[in-house]
């Protein structure tokens, strides 16, 4: 026992030594989890940190898919709601979301925002290794989501609350924030993004089953549409605005050129002239996610919940929640298509032929005859891809003062020979040619045909998908090429989730609510209501709490 | 410090009253007079040999001689004695003045004790606080297994214990004056020998409706006293908000030594639910479905609706299988405990050994405890001693899951008790061979897809192991008379394991198209490892001058807390016989736990008391908390830190003392209390003050890191601040005692979950704001009826009543979604109401439906009119439409008020003791009735579903069956609502003490008691007590969990 107790002596001596020594305080208190990375901990500067804080944006920006589609389409032209749909989906269709809806949260827009300005805060771009500074790429690609994010927050919100501090406390999150309308905000981002634009985007190979080079933007692309934007609502004389549809064009043109996105063979067409057998190269771009000419950038989702985010538009697609409005199938039928006999003899018959790789309607049962959006079946969401982009170039060129190169795009498709055609490009356009026609002069463009020629044949050939005579001004000209700009947009890109900001910009370059207003109500039943309601531009936006 | 304006004056007046009380006290000369007087047992009215008599100050102290009698000097201001003797209750006395002589009555140790002790806050009677207590001796020969069905057997109304469930070892959520916080842990601090001991209660069992529990780690047997502490608590800062649970071990006491065994065997009688219909209604039900199911592929062309005894399938689908019977038991419990207590000059000691084996009333389900413990005490010399204890117990579960899983998406029905009331009665639990007969091998699942319970009892695997190691040294040295430090170090070890494994034979497939699941089977495991480390040092001062009596103790505890924990759960291991993770496993799912806190707490208290008739007590505690936010809004900055600051103020006046009572002789003892103090809570998750990057999947195993949680520095405790007046009386020689406490509780700065600002890209944020109160009446008294040599009856009762109101919340009014019903939170209104939709019964005919013109919205926004046999709701929102609009409050989880009545009776060495618990005027959500008489399923459905309605002009309650309820008639409503109200003869226990005349056997006692024997109760479920989860707005929900049962048992005790 005495042994046991002095053993115990020494413990005794130890155990007060503790309780007494008072080792305060910050430090004591301040406890690290394994569990977790603080924010203070992460700098960024790590070629893992970088590459995980961008795999984390990206998983943010897949939250923003279907709000992104069903945003963007349900509110067009070429979307409508079936008796199947959600709630929350009619009201979206009939502008009459309220502002506790799905679709006026904006919380995960910010989220991709807040994480992207932390990253920016953070990361060490001045890291050099063999005199590459490898962050710097990164830097461009999270730049361009928050640019990106804004954006769509901008044309969905009609204004934004703009910051580029971290909030990383409960008090910040408080603050007052400068609100930007669409102006504001697309001249700060282009100040921001500029400087990016020559960057390339990262590569981190395949992540599971995408390639990563598709899950970044095209700094170049967004700063075209950036630029677009920003002619579009400027107030600035003709002049003035020319040249920002020059700006915008000239970005598309250097996105097209330095990564040669060629428009060629990239199709549906009929192989024989009774038109009874058809090939199909168009559609399949939906589903892809890696291995594509045609993609640029694309959300990429988990097929299941357990992988990762998903998107819900299968299961819309699946339960017919949603339909192809007539407007739109009376426009891809309308479409004369030419199939050519010998070089001198064509055959025509009427309807595009990417109706149907976007519409499906062989269902039976409940969902008999209702035309499904085809392109919603997949877990993929296309952001950008070429068709898209030559047609945004093709609106910004119009818009420059070049209907005739602009609907040279949709016809022939630009490259050295029809350049040199005057017939095809106008030679008065191209005089002197600007930088953005003459890159076409390449090579690498030699196959390049007209977005047209994807659904609707050799339209190259095609003597009804022409400026007609009547347009004797420029200005009708333009007004024209921009009428079938438009209707391309909906051929080529329908459901894609770009409608409703397309027919936004168009109304802008013209000053006119009611030219969205006139395509909108024309797909209601209380068409007059909508004209009303549609020609006031506040009623563009959805409603937010932010 | 935010102090209400108005009890601060309070305090200032009573303050004030003391002073002038004090002042216009004669200060006399100190005369000093010699008491004389007897001992006595009051039953036997003999004397008591060997008795000690002591000033309540230790001043002066004496024995009784042969003859009972003492002599003892007493000054004219210290006229309480105390007197002491073993197998009594400690008795206190105040001899009033010019008594010359007394004879003072104590009771045997066998009856309740008024004159508690504690050694929490001071070990003396002179306390400003009511505290109850639970002793050895009434804990000795009980049938519980573990601490909380002991402390639910105190008769004094001063906890709210509700048992888990009938699963052995569960435990029990405990409420001490109603729900103290709303969001975060409402349960009280628990401290064994002064050690905050984790309860588990904020980590969830791998097992649907299985709650973890510390306490099954203790064994009763082990316990010397059990206190319930509801005020006063304020040196223990934001740890007892809820109250305090304080357990005392027993230790050594003597230098004799003394050994003693007990042991005791049970039986538990399988529970009784309520009835189901048998094959033949079973089957004309399900063809019922048939009927109107368009989607019915699963059930039409089956083999049930071909009665032609030919037919191969015949006999396999022709059973009358009652599988509640195979699947509940009737089980046994056994306990055996040896404990030897004795020492020397130098040590005492208590050595105590256990083990348990306890079944629960459905097969498969166990727990098994194996506990030692060393309690020691040492004297180093005649200023030093020490305290050296150390104990390990490890408790092995064999569990499964219980009832209904409240997510039911994300789970295969997999809970054999569920299954047996819902599973087909015409099936067979096991195979049918080719030639008719019937096999030893189970059936696999069944045609609609329900498991057989049998398989998952048998193939599934449901194992928890639970260890508590815990090292304990508590040196003190006396510096003098009067000072003392006192120095306490205990190190804590809690580990606990769980794996499970659903077998792929016997349950049908799991398929989720929307998470791309498909489970055959599945393993879950989890570890979890709890390190606290507690250093309490404190000194004591105690002084008394003449008059004065002054006790000053200040200290320092420490507390480090860090708990581990991993999980990992995996499907499809290809075969039932691996049921353990492997790397192979698809659809692995991975988490952990890594936090960590650490608190320092300075605390004081002074008491001073006048003469021992004015008592007051003052203490502070200053507390910073890693867990508190670096701007906590009340706190203090000091040393880079924020500090909580929890005063107390309680003060007492022993009203039996004054001469002006003198001629009420009646009354031996009578103490008015008040009280005011301040405590917190501290349940603020350790992540909230942090701004933080969490790993996420971006797609399969490709990870990222997001922002997570942004900081709010500004987090701090909840602080409650607890008022109190109350009454203790002891009466007519200790024959009647009473307490009456009135408490006006509050909780401010309720930690509550608020929306973040869009703009930050997150959802919400853990603040303060909102406030609570509890406000109540607790009464419980106690009668020692009679006291005759050889038959003694004590007789008692407690009611109290709490009313619970949210007084204000940071975004309004809200509903939280439980088990497919809501729970409203919602200011000026009780926590825990139910908020739902109210039903006038069944249309019975198309015309009274359609005038009543009743309709509901369609997700697509459609609207569809009720028909005939719909549920008729009431449009309390009058527009036709049945919707949210119309939702009202149809309950209440909380009681109007609760208690218990004791009586104990004993002649000669028999003992009868038994104990009611009731409760009134609270409501339960009958969670399994609303599936069991949804008529929705292909469920069987209890026999009320008989009454379903039919056929046009039928007048019933219960609304026509319709395969997946389109036009939710089964929606939460005051259709599954009930009383909740019971009485119940909780324990029932008959001791003999044999009469041993031996020198080797000092004692042999023989028991046997019967717990949960009657429960009278309007309850339609099989137990109207259960609580599945802690969470306060989880109380009341009957998710079908297993009910408690009658048990019987028997058992004896042998002291050497």
Request: hydrophobic share 35%; glycine share 6%; aromatic share 12%.
């Amino acid at each position: 026992m005495q042994l046991f107790i002095k053993k115990y002596i020494k413990l005794i001596v130890m155990v007060l030594a503790i309780s007494i020594v008072n080792t305060s305080c910050e430090d004591f208190f301040d406890f690290k989890s394994n569990q977790y990375m603080g924010a203070d901990e992460n700098t960024i500067n790590s070629a893992n940190d970088t590459v995980f804080s961008v795999i984390g944006i990206l998983t943010k920006m897949q939250k923003l898919s279907d709000k992104y589609v069903l945003i963007g389409e349900l509110r067009g032209d070429l979307l409508a709601t079936t008796a199947f749909a959600d709630e929350e989906l009619k009201k979206l269709n009939s502008f009459s979301t309220d502002n506790n809806s799905y679709f006026s949260d904006v919380t995960d827009y910010y989220a991709v925002i807040n994480n992207c300005n932390y990253f920016i805060s953070r990361a060490d771009t001045s890291i050099s290794v063999k005199g590459n500074k490898p962050f710097i790429k990164e830097l461009g690609a999270v730049k361009s989501f928050r640019a990106w994010t804004y954006l769509q927050l901008v044309l969905n919100f009609g204004k934004v609350a703009y910051y580029e501090t971290p909030i990383l406390n409960v008090s910040d999150s408080e603050k007052k924030y400068p609100v930007l309308n669409i102006a504001q905000l697309v001249d700060t981002l282009i100040k921001d993004l500029e400087p990016c634009a020559k960057y390339d985007m990262p590569n981190y190979g395949t992540i599971f089953t995408a390639d990563s080079k598709y899950l970044f933007l095209n700094t170049q692309c967004l700063l075209g549409d950036l630029y677009l934007w920003k002619a579009a609502v400027s107030e600035d004389n003709y002049l003035s605005q020319k040249t920002i549809y020059e700006k915008a064009a000239q970005y598309y043109a250097d996105a097209i050129v330095q990564k040669k996105f060629v428009n060629s063979n990239i199709d549906i067409k009929w192989t024989n002239s009774a038109f009874t057998s058809s090939v199909d190269s168009w559609s399949s771009l939906f589903g892809q996610t890696v291995g594509s000419n045609e993609l640029i950038s694309i959300l990429s989702l988990a097929s299941n919940s357990y992988s990762g985010n998903t998107t819900q538009l299968p299961y819309y697609y699946k339960n017919a929640h949603l339909a192809a409005s007539q407007k739109l199938i009376d426009l891809f039928d309308e479409q004369v298509y030419v199939y050519p006999l010998s070089s001198t003899v064509n055959s025509f018959t009427y309807g595009d032929l990417r109706k149907k790789g976007s519409v499906f309607s062989g269902s039976t049962g409940d969902f008999a005859d209702i035309p499904l959006p085809v392109k919603y079946r997949y877990n993929t969401i296309v952001l950008n891809r070429v068709g898209q982009l030559y047609l945004r170039y093709a609106e910004a060129v119009n818009r420059a003062g070049k209907p005739g190169v602009a609907f040279a795009v949709l016809k022939y498709g630009l490259n050295s020979t029809t350049i040199a055609d005057s017939k095809a490009v106008p030679t008065n356009e191209i005089t002197p040619m600007p930088a953005y026609v003459s890159v076409f002069n390449n090579a690498a463009f030699n196959l390049s045909t007209g977005i047209h020629t994807r659904g609707c044949g050799n339209s190259a050939l095609n003597t009804r998908f022409v400026i007609p005579l009547s347009c004797t001004t420029l200005n009708d000209s333009v007004t024209f090429v921009e009428n079938t700009i438009c209707d391309e947009y909906a051929l080529e890109t329908a459901f894609e989730g770009n409608r409703f900001q397309d027919l936004m910009r168009i109304s802008e370059h013209r000053n006119d609510p009611t030219y969205l207003a006139k395509k909108i109500a024309s797909t209601h039943q209380d068409e007059s209501y909508y004209l009303t309601f549609l020609s006031d531009k506040l009623n563009w936006y959805l409603p937010s709490k932010q | 410090m935010k102090m209400d304006k108005k009890i601060f004056n309070e305090l200032r007046r009573l303050l004030a009253f003391i002073a002038f009380t004090l002042l216009i006290m004669q200060v006399n000369a100190q005369v000093s007079d010699t008491l004389t007087g007897v001992v006595k047992d009051i039953t036997t009215k003999r004397i008591i040999v060997g008795a000690k008599v002591y000033t309540t100050d230790n001043s002066s102290v004496a024995m009784t001689n042969d003859s009972g009698a003492f002599s003892l000097k007493l000054s004219s201001f210290k006229r309480s004695i105390v007197v002491v003797a073993p197998g009594y209750n400690m008795r206190e006395v105040y001899v009033r003045k010019g008594l010359k002589n007394i004879s003072v009555n104590i009771y045997p140790d066998t009856y309740s004790n008024f004159y508690t002790k504690s050694l929490v806050l001071q070990e003396s009677t002179d306390k400003t606080t009511q505290i109850n207590n639970t002793n050895s001796s009434v804990l000795d020969n009980r049938n519980s297994i573990t601490v909380e069905n002991e402390i639910q057997k105190n008769p004094s109304a001063n906890i709210r214990v509700i048992q888990h469930s009938g699963v052995q070892g569960t435990g029990a959520t405990m409420f001490i004056r109603g729900y103290n916080s709303l969001n975060t842990n409402a349960q009280p601090l628990i401290l064994v020998d002064g050690v905050v001991y984790d309860n588990l209660n904020n980590w969830n069992s791998l097992f649907n409706g299985n709650l973890l529990n510390g306490l099954n780690c203790i064994d009763v047997n082990d316990i010397e006293s059990i206190n319930i502490i509801k005020d006063g608590v304020s040196i223990y800062g934001s740890k007892a908000g809820n109250g305090i649970i304080e357990l005392r071990t027993k230790r050594g006491k003597d230098m004799v030594t003394r050994i003693t065994a007990s042991t005791m065997v049970g039986y538990n009688s399988e529970p009784q639910f309520m009835p189901m219909m048998n094959a033949d209604q079973y089957k004309i039900y399900l063809s019922d479905l048939l009927d109107n199911n368009t989607n019915n592929n699963q059930v039409t062309n089956q083999y049930f609706l071909n009665d032609d005894p030919q037919f191969l399938y015949y006999k396999q689908y022709h059973n009358t299988t009652n599988w509640k019977n195979l699947v509940y038991r009737n089980s046994m419990t056994q306990s055996y405990h040896v404990s030897a207590n004795g020492g020397d000059e130098i040590a005492l000691y208590n050595l105590s050994m256990g083990f348990t084996n306890a079944q629960s009333t459905i097969n498969e389900n166990d727990m098994t405890r194996l506990n030692a413990r060393f309690n020691s005490n040492v004297s180093l010399s005649d200023k030093l001693s020490t305290k050296f204890d150390i104990s390990y117990t490890q408790v092995t579960r064999k569990l499964q899951n219980e009832g209904i899983a409240e997510l039911k998406d994300n789970n295969v029905i997999d809970a054999p008790g569920y299954l047996s009331l819902i599973k087909a009665p015409f099936l067979s639990p096991y195979q049918y061979s080719n030639d008719g007969n019937q096999s030893a091998k189970l059936e696999n699942y069944d045609f609609i897809g329900i498991a057989n319970p049998l398989a998952i009892q048998q193939y599934g695997v449901g194992n928890e192991i639970q260890s508590v190691f815990n090292l304990t040294v508590q040196p003190e040295y006396k510096f003098s008379k009067s000072l003392t430090l006192n120095s306490q170090f205990s190190y804590n070890f809690t580990s606990l394991s769980e794996n499970s494994f659903r077998p792929m034979y016997g349950v049908a497939p799991y398929i989720n198209s929307y998470t791309g699941i498909i489970s055959l089977n599945q393993v879950k495991t989890q570890f979890v490892n709890q390190i606290n480390m507690l250093s309490d040092t404190r000194l004591n001062w105690h002084k008394t001058y003449q008059k004065h009596n002054v006790n000053i103790l200040a200290g320092i505890r420490f507390i480090q807390s860090g708990i581990k924990a991993e999980y990992a759960s995996g499907h499809n291991t290809g075969s039932d016989e691996v049921k353990e993770m492997s790397s192979g496993l698809s659809f692995k799912s991975v988490g952990g736990i890594d936090d960590s806190y650490r608190d320092l707490n300075y605390y004081a208290q002074g008491s001073y008391s006048f003469q021992r008739k004015y008592l007051i007590d003052v203490a502070m505690a200053f507390e910073s908390n890693s867990r508190f936010g670096s701007q906590a809004k009340d706190g203090v900055s000091l040393f880079g830190v924020r500090w909580a600051a929890f005063p107390s103020i309680n003060g007492a006046w022993v009203l039996s003392s004054e001469d002006f009572l003198k001629s009420l002789d009646f009354i031996n003892y009578l103490k008015l209390r008040v009280g005011y103090g301040m405590s917190g809570n501290d349940g603020i998750e350790s992540t909230t003050s942090r701004t933080y990057l969490n790993v996420i999947k971006y797609y399969s195993n490709a990870v990222g890191l997001q922002i997570n949680n942004i900081a709010n520095p500004e987090i701090q405790w909840e602080t409650v601040t607890k008022r109190n007046i109350g009454i203790d009386a002891d009466l007519f020689d200790s024959k009647l005692s009473i307490g009456l406490d009135l408490y006006n509780n509050t909780t401010d700065n309720l930690i509550v979950l608020k929306s973040l600002k869009q703009v930050s890209g997150l959802i919400n944020y853990y603040s303060n704001d909102g406030k609570l109160e509890n406000k109540g009446v607790e009464f419980n008294f106690n009668s020692k009826l009679i006291t005759l040599p050889t038959f003694q009856v004590e007789a008692g009762a407690s009611i109290a009543f709490n009313s619970n109101k949210i007084l204000s919340l940071p975004d309004g009014d809200y509903t939280t979604s439980v088990f497919d019903g809501e729970v409203l939170t919602a200011i000026n209104q009780p926590i825990g109401q139910f908020y739902g939709y109210q039903t006038r019964g069944v249309f019975a005919t198309a015309e009274a439906a359609s005038a009543a013109n009743l309709s509901y919205r369609t997700s697509t926004g459609l609207l569809i009119p009720f028909t005939a046999g719909d549920v008729i709701f009431s449009d309390n929102y009058p527009d036709g439409v049945i919707d949210e609009k119309d939702k009202t409050v149809i309950g209440n989880s909380q009681p109007d008020f609760y208690g218990n009545i004791s009586l104990s009776t004993r002649y000669k060495q028999l003992k009868l003791d038994v104990l009611f618990n009731y409760v009134y005027g609270n409501e339960i959500y009958n969670y399994l009735r609303s599936q069991l008489e949804s008529g929705s399923s292909y469920y069987n459905q209890t026999s009320a579903m008989l009454n379903r309605w039919r056929s046009e002009g039928q007048t019933t309650e219960m609304p026509k069956s319709t395969f997946s309820d389109p036009k939710g008639n089964n929606r939460f409503s005051d259709r599954w609502i009930e009383d909740g109200s019971y009485i119940r003869l909780k324990n029932i226990q008959l001791s003999y003490e044999l009469p041993v005349n031996s020198t080797y056997i000092q004692g042999f006692t023989v028991w046997a008691a019967v717990s949960n024997l009657i429960t009278f109760t309007k309850y339609l479920g099989v137990d109207p007590e259960f609580s599945g989860s802690n969470n306060i707005l989880y109380q009341g929900i009957d998710s079908g969990i297993l009910p408690q049962s009658r048990s019987f048992n028997v058992g004896l005790k042998i002291n050497l």
